[in-house]
């Protein structure tokens, strides 16, 4: 059974830094494209970040670029999401999300404050 569990999201201040993590159960992160949604109030599920299985670079919406990184831990099966220089636009549910499949975690709420 596929899961996607979500974690490390939280209140931080402008200008912090915060990492989520995606655990996946059921399959291996090794062989699948991942990627990083988020849905700010209001507004329509974005794409944030993705990365797949090849040595192919990891891709990310031009807001977030160089303040983002996805990375994929495949000894414990978890992808991150390393988020850095915070601002409170980037405040929204942030989604893990395998893309062969669409299956997607239950989200973590990312809040920053001004």
């Known amino acids: 059974q596929v899961q996607l569990v979500e974690s490390g999201g939280g209140l931080v201040q402008h200008g912090g830094s915060l990492r989520l993590s995606c655990r996946a159960s059921?399959?291996?992160?090794?062989?699948?494209?991942m990627s990083w949604y988020r849905r700010a109030p209001g507004k329509e599920r974005e794409l944030v970040a993705s990365?797949?299985?090849?040595?192919?670079?990891?891709t990310y919406t031009d807001s977030v670029k160089g303040r983002f990184t996805i990375s994929r831990d495949q000894a414990n099966n978890v992808v991150h999401l390393q988020m850095t220089s915070l601002k409170p636009e980037d405040s929204g549910v942030y989604y893990c999300?395998?893309?062969?499949?669409?299956?997607w975690g239950q989200g973590t709420q990312v809040t920053v404050s001004s």
């Open positions: 999300f395998r893309q062969r499949g669409a299956f």
């Open positions: 059921g399959f291996s992160i090794r062989s699948y494209g």
């Open positions: 990365i797949t299985t090849t040595t192919a670079s990891p």
